[in-house]
């Protein structure tokens, strides 16, 4: 530090002049830290409450002050029944939506990114729509389609919604894949003997992969928390995220904190693997 | 499928008896595309037969067809009109995948997911040759390509040069038929693309396939082919060694095109010893041994640089003389540039060798006498 300083020339222009650049510079960088550092505590700091509060021991219905810490609730996770069969139907609404939206989505990406054909205009449209339109105008619309369609609503239902919601994310992350692919390589792959068939699995879905891999973690993440959408089209169904709702008027359980630290685990695990395998991936 | 085709390989030089079935032929194919509801034709009608083992180039400027016509010989083009037949064999409506020829792309067109040895592998694969059979001719092309101990790499992590010759590989392992280039030195730099030109040439010899170039750039085609079709305009527009085509261009554009070229235009006054001359000015004259011309006839006749003579002597009789003033006189090294206007307004183009006895004569503004041989006026047609 104060090397840079003896460092600067000695016959400086007149009083006034600008301080050297270096030692500006290098407060600067350290402004730049310390805002940094603030961000990512501010964005993680909800969830290092959510995960500390699982360990609180609490002796009232509602974990909101520090008592002490304690293991128990990792025990008497499975003490609530209707909480275990709520996490379930989320798991298994949130993964089979991700399913068919991952494979609807990359199709409708590849077809975008791909071809000009009639009618991109709207679809273009009506998925920038569905990012853009309010989860109680959804919500609500859904409901009564559902109704004056004569469907109960229930798991399938869910389900649907969630394909709705979450497609144009899928569509679109692939689609932004597609549009930067040299269609050439593809061109290559048909010229070395590969049918259209093989020149898709082989060559153009792992080129795409990455893109379908994010937009299926979108998917998986929009639908796994999703609440108001949910509410309106469950009908008797829990899930996860409505069941917590229905809690907090009696007290959310420190069962609530711990499950939430495990699926926020899992998709850390899941993140760190597609980061680490993507960079071996290009 | 593999083994026939490797027999055919080792009979074809020496082949000697029927006439040779040729590499491609292509026969009337046009290409057109719709474009804001109207036909344009990127391939106006193209026949040409190309040679087994030949070094083929299709040379034009960008827009000119001859992507497109390599696209179609390819498969990744239906023409419009017109048959294409590799081998004596009608393909016009055979997919690219069974098509036996292979193709390397302008972009390179490596599989961005696989290391070299896979890339290279591919072709093979698709074909289910026997893996110890794959494992070998992949390791051999490697070897030729001068790509040996690097088939872990993965294609961005190599330069633009391995690249190259990894798209050169992957493409050439399979054995096929002909080879298809798309100006596949276009992204290299000058060094390197001179390095390429001599190293293609010296594969094609030494695989002995019939190379298909397509490129925009004269001395590429000059110095590596066999034959070059020089296209214009969705047509071809001369069809000949390198040697002719730089010699006798068969029209404008060619001249234009390949190297510079001076173009001069006249009535002929009379035929004289086989030799039509032309008038120009007052004692200028053009010679040309070329076509039965009448006297009266208006022709074109153009002539290269550096057959071109300067002088500040009349010429002897029997050659083209024309009188002009230097406009301008450029040092380049290997030989000086003038240009000389003739009294017409024509200006034409003179190298003049940097030799031993040869000391820059003329100056700007000096009057000087043109001369070359009748033999080195050629007619352009029509």
Same mark, same amino acid.
């Given at each position: 530090m104060s090397t840079a300083t003896t460092s600067a020339p000695v016959t400086a222009p007149s009083a006034g002049a600008p301080a050297p650049a270096r030692p500006r510079r290098r407060l600067l960088d350290r402004l730049l830290k310390v805002y940094v550092w603030l961000i990512l505590a501010w964005l993680f700091l909800p969830i290092a409450v959510m995960i500390i509060f699982g360990f609180n021991d609490t002796k009232s219905k509602s974990n909101v002050t520090w008592q002490g810490f304690t293991f128990k609730w990792w025990g008497m996770l499975d003490q609530d029944p209707k909480l275990i069969e709520a996490v379930v139907n989320s798991l298994e609404i949130a993964v089979l939506a991700t399913v068919i939206t991952t494979v609807i989505g990359t199709l409708m990406g590849l077809a975008m990114g791909r071809y000009r054909f009639r009618g991109l205009g709207t679809v273009n449209l009506v998925l920038f729509a569905a990012i853009a339109s309010p989860e109680l105008v959804m919500g609500s619309s859904l409901l009564s389609l559902f109704v004056s369609a004569g469907v109960q609503p229930g798991f399938v239902t869910v389900v649907i919604a969630h394909v709705l919601f979450s497609l144009s994310f899928v569509a679109i992350t692939v689609r932004a894949r597609v549009v930067g692919l040299d269609p050439s390589i593809e061109e290559a792959a048909r010229d070395l003997g590969a049918s259209t068939w093989v020149t898709f699995w082989r060559v153009t879905f792992p080129m795409i992969l990455p893109g379908v891999i994010s937009g299926a973690l979108l998917a998986f993440a929009l639908s796994i928390d999703d609440f108001v959408i949910t509410q309106f089209t469950s009908g008797a169904l829990q899930t996860f995220p409505l069941w917590i709702w229905g809690a907090t008027r009696i007290g959310v359980p420190p069962q609530v904190n711990i499950l939430g630290t495990l699926i926020f685990a899992v998709g850390v695990v899941i993140a760190v693997v597609n980061m680490v395998t993507a960079r071996r991936r290009t | 499928m593999t083994e026939t085709q490797a027999d055919v390989e080792a009979v074809a030089p020496a082949a000697s008896g029927p006439p040779p079935v040729p590499a491609i032929e292509l026969d009337g194919v046009v290409k057109e595309y719709l474009a804001h509801g109207e036909v344009v034709q990127a391939v106006k009608g193209v026949t040409l037969t190309i040679a087994e083992g030949e070094f083929f180039s299709l040379l034009g400027p960008s827009g000119c067809g001859k992507t497109t016509t390599m696209r179609m010989i390819a498969g990744f083009e239906d023409p419009s009109r017109g048959t294409v037949r590799l081998h004596g064999q009608?393909?016009?409506?055979? !997919?690219p995948n069974k098509r036996d020829v292979n193709m390397v792309f302008q972009s390179y067109a490596?599989? !961005?997911?696989?290391?070299v040895w896979e890339n290279v592998a591919f072709g093979l694969r698709r074909k289910k040759v026997p893996d110890a059979e794959i494992k070998r001719r992949v390791g051999e092309m490697l070897e030729i390509v001068d790509l040996g101990g690097r088939e872990k790499r993965r294609p961005r992590e190599m330069s633009g040069g391995q690249q190259q010759r990894v798209a050169l590989a992957r493409a050439l392992v399979n054995r096929p038929r002909a080879l298809l280039l798309d100006e596949p030195l276009g992204a290299l730099d000058l060094k390197l693309r001179q390095a390429m030109q001599i190293e293609l040439k010296r594969i094609q010899r030494e695989v002995g396939i019939t190379f298909v170039y397509v490129t925009h750039d004269q001395s590429e085609a000059l110095t590596m082919s066999d034959r070059i079709a020089v296209m214009n305009d969705g047509l071809v527009e001369q069809l000949a060694s390198p040697r002719e085509i730089y010699?006798? !261009?068969?029209?404008a554009f060619v001249a234009g095109f390949i190297g510079t070229s001076n173009l001069i235009s006249g009535t002929v006054d009379r035929v004289e010893d086989g030799c039509a001359v032309l008038r120009l000015g007052d004692d200028g004259r053009v010679l040309t041994e070329e076509g039965a011309h009448r006297a009266g006839d208006t022709i074109a006749v153009t002539v290269r640089p550096e057959k071109v003579m300067i002088s500040t002597d009349e010429p002897a009789a029997g050659l083209s003389a024309v009188r002009g003033t230097v406009a301008e006189v450029v040092y380049l090294g290997l030989y000086n540039s003038y240009a000389v206007r003739l009294p017409g307004g024509t200006e034409v183009t003179v190298f003049q060798q940097n030799a031993l006895d040869s000391t820059s004569t003329a100056e700007r503004g000096d009057a000087v006498w043109l001369s070359w041989r009748p033999q080195h006026s050629y007619v352009i047609g029509s």
């Open positions: - | 009608d393909v016009t409506d055979v !997919p490596l599989f !961005p997911h696989m290391n010699e006798r !261009p068969a029209t």
